[in-house]
């Protein structure tokens, strides 16, 4: 049988600082829960309890119809760090 691998368990950063809204305008907090073209990660990966995720969900989609983060980006310009073009 195969052996179940072991993760370590992930912590909320939210929960931790005591956050009780997360702002759309703030990049910074939200380019942690960004893949590399701009699709929001699960909770599994970004270790956000439930709460705090749709805190994130909520203030990305804002932020993507504010136009301050786009919705997509073309795979042939896939860039290596895309938060340099966010500036």
């Known amino acids: 049988m195969a052996e179940r691998r072991k993760f370590k368990k992930r912590f ?3 929960c931790e600082q005591k956050v009780d809204f997360i702002d759309y305008k ?3 907090s939200l380019k942690f829960s ?8 699960p909770r599994r990966l970004t270790g956000n309890c439930k709460r705090h995720q749709e805190m ?12 301050l983060i786009p919705y997509i980006v073309d795979r042939k310009n896939v860039v290596e760090n895309p938060f ?4």
């Open 12 to 14: 909320c950063k939210y």
């Open 26 to 28: 703030d990049l910074n």
């Open 34 to 41: 960004l893949s590399e073209r701009f699709k929001i990660m």
């Open 56 to 67: 994130v969900t909520v203030a990305i989609k804002r932020a993507r119809q504010t136009a």
């Open 84 to 87: 340099e073009l966010i500036k």
